[in-house]
């Protein structure tokens, strides 16, 4: 009884530590963006996907929106997705996964590469920058109210206890 306890223990370790493996099979891939993860509003960038395996089909999504998916065969160890014209709608998180030939599974998720849109400078969107920057004014000058609001109400506070201080000095003289 006990025998046939520890071998079916036995049989069950063996299965998961053989499930294990199978998982690991494919190493996660990683993933980069050249020549950089924050681009300008309709310049190019590309998004590299490392797959440690050559001849694989590569897959691209992005976190939030299950309808976004690029696909591509790579006959090297490395996947490009070329994005064009990059719109402030194309930020975002991208991973890259990834399945050989021979497995039918797809490897695990890259970690997610956020990808950062920002404003050409110079370029057509010249409007937006400014409600931005009078956003920024509005705030600073807000802070520096209050900052200097904290520094009139510290020096009361100091003075009205020196004034204190001072009283409780002359009683104690008086005292004396
Ligand atoms: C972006 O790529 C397109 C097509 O490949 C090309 O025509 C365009 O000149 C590129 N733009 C920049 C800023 O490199
Ligand atoms: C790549 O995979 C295809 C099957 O999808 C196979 O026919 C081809 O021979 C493979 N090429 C190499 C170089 O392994």
Not at 50 to 72: A, C, D, I
Not at 98 to 106: G, H, I, P, V
Request: hydrophobic share 35%; charged share 20%; net charge positive.
């Amino acid at each position: 009884m006990d025998i046939d306890f520890i071998y079916l223990l036995c049989l069950g370790l063996c299965l998961c530590y053989g499930d294990e493996e199978e998982n690991e099979e494919l190493p996660r891939p990683s993933i980069s963006a050249w020549p950089s993860s924050v681009v300008r509003c309709k310049s190019n960038v590309t998004l590299r996907c490392w797959t440690h395996f050559q001849n694989v089909t590569v897959t691209l999504g992005k976190m939030h929106n299950s309808g976004y998916q690029q696909e591509l065969r790579s006959v090297a160890k490395e996947a490009e997705f070329h994005l064009t014209h990059v719109q402030p709608e194309d930020a975002g998180g991208y991973f890259c996964a990834y399945r050989t030939a021979a497995s039918r599974r797809w490897s695990a998720r890259s970690q997610h590469l956020q990808l950062v849109v920002t404003d050409g400078v110079g370029g057509g969107g010249g409007n937006s920058p400014r409600p931005s920057n009078s956003k920024r004014i509005i705030l600073t000058t807000f802070s520096c109210l209050c900052i200097s609001l904290l520094f009139v109400s510290i020096y009361f506070i100091y003075r009205c206890t020196q004034k204190d201080h001072n009283i409780l000095r002359g009683a104690s003289v008086l005292s004396k």
